[in-house]
């Protein structure tokens, strides 16, 4: 049992803002007219307004929390917020979430004053980011291949449901109002039928990503096992993000490519690419998990072991660590020897059968199944045995050397 840390209260900070908001309303509508406007709807009783201008504020703060942890450039910037705008962001959808069932399951009389397109659109696009952000947060109890599909849809049905916000308030600034236009219908439902949509909803969106992540499976999982050697083999493997911290992706000869094996070794080595080649293939098909989110199931990795390539150089007995530079000429990260030649860590040169991509790393990349991707270095052409670690790019930020899968998420 860990006890949750106090970076949790963080996701009280939005209500404590709201809670300040409802007490200055007047004032706040006093000042901006255009606001007083927007907020207040004279017909509707306090109950649905109090909701309604909390969706609102909330979707805002949701949208730019939710782009904060996703955007590489601003994700390396508030790194040291990280931790507590992932917990204000998983808080406030909950509570925001909460908010739209309340008013679904609320009287089917009161719900009458709102406008049918208003209520379908945020409701299924709620309650599937809703569905969608739960299968993000609890990652290890659903398929990989749900988080690789709910980590696309997340952002786009909030980028819809963002886009249908703007139409709406513009509406609401030129006060659309003629009673016969569909944009204006209202609702007239039973409560029963709100409760069967609202369920559907929620199946649907847990339908919609089983069987979007099973077409994901059948279009990634070449034909038999090992034959693997056509050309577009690894574009099947589509990584949602290419990420260089420094900004560029050195493209590098294969011709003039040295990785050199270095430090507390017997006998420092310089290896060509066509001697990695040569050593002992290992092929392991593992997943790939981004600290931001996103997974790519089953990559069928080929490389060497660790092992292998140090039997080139032969370690000192007082080497500990391994610290991985990348010729990027920045990027750096360290590994414990044990967590090197843990299972499934591997120099990678390929991907089924098919070399690298640039961006992806080539010629040669570590990989390391058990930790988030910021431990798997591309680009590596030096290798350093240590007696002590090196902090590397990320962990110099903030992130845990450890970088265990879930240590980040739950690991507060
Ligand atoms: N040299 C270098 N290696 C790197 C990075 C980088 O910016 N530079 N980003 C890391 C991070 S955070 C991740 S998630 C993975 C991403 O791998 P990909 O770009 O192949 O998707 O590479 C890791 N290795
Ligand atoms: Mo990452």
């Not at 886009?163 to 007239?188: E, K, Y």
Request: charged share 15%.
């Amino acid at each position: 049992m860990t006890v949750p840390s106090p970076v949790y209260l963080w996701g009280l900070l939005p209500f404590a803002l709201l809670g300040v908001g409802l007490l200055a309303h007047k004032t706040l509508a006093a000042h901006w007219p255009a606001l007083g406007h927007w907020l207040r709807r004279r017909s509707w009783p306090l109950t649905l307004r109090l909701t309604h201008v909390f969706l609102l504020v909330s979707f805002i703060v949701l949208m730019l929390s939710g782009v904060a942890i996703y955007l590489p450039a601003l994700h390396a910037v508030l790194l040291p917020w990280l931790q507590r705008i992932y917990a204000l962001h998983v808080w406030l959808g909950s509570a925001f979430l909460i908010a739209l069932m309340t008013a679904l399951l609320s009287s089917p009389r009161l719900l009458r004053r709102v406008r049918l397109v208003d209520w379908a659109l945020v409701s299924a696009g709620g309650l599937f980011l809703g569905v969608s952000g739960y299968v993000l947060w609890f990652d290890a109890s659903f398929p990989v291949r749900w988080n690789a599909v709910a980590f696309g849809w997340h952002g786009w049905v909030a980028y819809g449901l963002m886009g249908w916000l703007t139409i709406h308030a513009l509406l609401r600034t030129v006060s659309f109002q003629r009673t016969d236009h569909p944009l204006n219908w209202r609702i007239d439902f039973t409560r029963r039928r709100f409760i069967t949509l609202g369920a559907s909803m929620v199946a649907a969106s847990f339908g919609f990503l089983g069987l979007v992540g099973g077409r994901r499976r059948m279009d990634g999982a070449p034909g038999s096992g090992d034959g693997i050697d056509s050309s577009d083999a690894a574009a099947q493997w589509a990584f949602p993000e290419r990420y260089s911290y420094t900004g560029a992706f050195p493209s590098i000869e294969p011709v003039g490519y040295r990785l050199a094996i270095e430090g507390l070794v017997a006998q420092p080595a310089t290896l060509r690419l066509d001697e990695i080649r040569r050593l002992t293939l290992t092929r392991e098909r593992k997943t790939f998990h981004c600290v931001t989110g996103w997974s790519v199931p089953d990559v069928p990795w080929d490389g060497v072991t660790t092992d292998n390539l140090l039997a080139q150089a032969r370690l000192l007995p007082n080497a500990r660590y391994l610290v991985f530079y990348s010729a990027d000429g920045v990027y750096v990260d360290c590994l414990s020897l044990e967590q090197a030649r843990a299972d499934g860590v591997l120099l990678a040169y390929g991907i089924a059968g098919t070399p690298l991509s640039t961006r992806g790393g080539f010629p040669l990349r570590l990989v390391v199944p058990a930790m988030y991707g910021y431990k798997s270095v591309k680009w590596v052409n030096r290798i350093v045995a240590t007696r002590h670690p090196v902090a590397g790019t990320w962990e110099r930020q903030g992130y845990p050397a450890n970088a265990y899968l879930g240590s980040v998420h739950t690991g507060f």
